[in-house]
């Protein structure tokens, strides 16, 4: 009798793929791939470029050739929102097996250096999904406008008011995830494109009975590039909030 032996290579537990969405970033995703190649080989980074005008995949690109095994890039053909970007990356994460899959902003208001204590709890087997949070215990806030700050703080307070969803910082976008979340919550269905992804992640998270912990992280405003927020993403939010609360509601979420 032959015996054949197939290796089928596992991913060690820590293993690691933050997904950061870019468009228009030439100037941050340089500093923010040389901050995170810093911290322990076990963090990789995916870049999913809309086809930016300004050359952020090229220089991406230059990158993976000098690290192929940890900076990864997918090219899009255009600007497809960021909720879309997140699928992909995650889609991207799932099939190659990484067991933690996290997500940071490219303009370098997430700091790299607060990867591991994002990826501590999940690590310790303590919690299912960590939130880098800009409101828990305080707010960390640098070179906002008030008025930002105010919109921000407030979508969390209304979110909460109407979902019971135990977050302060809901429209975070410094987030990780046990696979397990992801392959739970059938990515394809969820929709939403700019802020409300972020609420809606979490929400369907929290309400499958995952254990979501806030991490305190200080967020600082770009000083380089161009936000992409607009009213229209902002309007998103507020109505997806009253999805969310209404479709659970009647039992169809
Ligand atoms: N791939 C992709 N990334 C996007 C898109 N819109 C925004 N981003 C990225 O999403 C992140 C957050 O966007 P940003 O403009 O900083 O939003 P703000 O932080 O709310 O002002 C940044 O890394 C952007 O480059 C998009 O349509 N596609
Ligand atoms: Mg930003």
């Known amino acids: 009798m032959s015996c054949f032996l197939t290796v089928v290579p596992v991913p060690l537990p820590d293993l690691t793929l933050f997904i950061v969405p870019t468009y228009n970033e030439v100037e941050n995703i340089g500093t923010l791939l040389t901050d995170t190649l810093r911290l322990p080989d076990r ?5 999913v470029d809309d086809a930016s005008p300004d050359g952020t995949a090229d220089l991406v690109a230059g990158y993976c050739e000098a690290h192929p095994a940890r900076v990864h890039l997918l090219r899009r053909d255009g600007k497809m929102g960021l909720g879309s970007a997140y699928r992909t990356g995650f889609r991207y994460a799932l099939r190659r ?5 996290g997500e940071m902003d490219a303009d370098l208001s997430h700091n790299p250096a607060d990867i591991p204590d994002l990826t501590a709890p ?3 087997g303590t919690a299912d999904m960590t939130i880098g949070s800009r409101y828990v215990n305080g707010v960390r806030v640098m070179n906002w406008p008030l008025g930002r700050l105010i919109l921000s703080y407030s979508a969390g307070i209304y ?3 109407i979902t019971h969803l135990p977050v302060w910082d809901v429209t975070a976008g410094f987030v990780c995830y046990h696979r397990r979340v992801l392959e739970a919550l059938d990515i394809d269905r969820i929709r ?7 609420i809606e992640m979490k929400y369907r998270a929290w309400r499958a009975g995952f254990r979501v912990e806030e991490v305190p992280i200080v967020f600082t405003e770009r000083t380089e590039g161009q936000s992409k927020m607009s009213k229209a993403i902002v309007r998103e939010a507020a109505w997806k909030v009253w999805e969310l609360r209404l479709r659970d509601t009647i039992g169809r979420l």
């Open 43 to 47: 963090v990789h980074v995916l870049v």
């Open 97 to 101: 097996g990484y067991p933690l899959i």
């Open 122 to 124: 999940l690590r310790a």
């Open 159 to 161: 979110t909460r008011a």
């Open 192 to 198: 939403s494109t700019g802020y409300s992804f972020q």
